[in-house]
């Protein structure tokens, strides 16, 4: 299905595409994202280009030692708006540890779309 997230900085809620009628239909009045999820979204790939602090709490919650004390398990795509879409509707963990994240496009409306989760 296609899916829109929309915010106007009063909360945030979901729709999806009717492929008959070719409209978007409320389907997630009012997103929250749950409390803990069992997953986290990072390209694990560049492991050993992360900040070791990074690398120890990756390897923490992998293990169940985090504060769920269930074992994570990796979800990435390589997609930061897929990543946070997961998240959002299934918990858990999405970052991206380098630099190249573009402000003005990716960081600044998707931390919106989350902040006002």
């Known amino acids: ?6 915010t106007t900085g009063s909360g945030t809620h979901g729709f999806t595409l009717d492929c008959q009628d ?5 389907t997630k ?5 749950p ?14 280009d992360w900040p070791v602090p990074l690398q120890s709490y990756v390897d923490d919650i992998r293990r169940g030692r985090g504060k769920t004390g269930r074992p994570y398990r990796p979800c990435y795509v390589c997609s930061l708006v897929a990543d946070v879409h997961y998240v959002l509707h299934y918990g858990g963990l999405a970052m991206n540890p380098r630099s190249h994240l573009r402000l003005v496009y990716e960081a600044n409306p998707i ?7």
């Not at 299905?1 to 929309?6: E, F, G, H, K, T």
């Not at 009045?29 to 994202?33: F, K, V, Y």
């Not at 931390?111 to 989760?117: I, L």
């Open 111 to 117: 931390s919106f779309v989350v902040e006002q989760v």
């Open 35 to 48: 409390s803990s999820g069992a997953s986290y979204s990072v390209n694990d790939g560049r492991y050993y």
């Open 1 to 6: 299905s296609c899916q829109l997230v929309l």
């Open 29 to 33: 009045l009012a997103m929250r994202i």
């Open 22 to 26: 070719g409209e978007f239909l409320l």
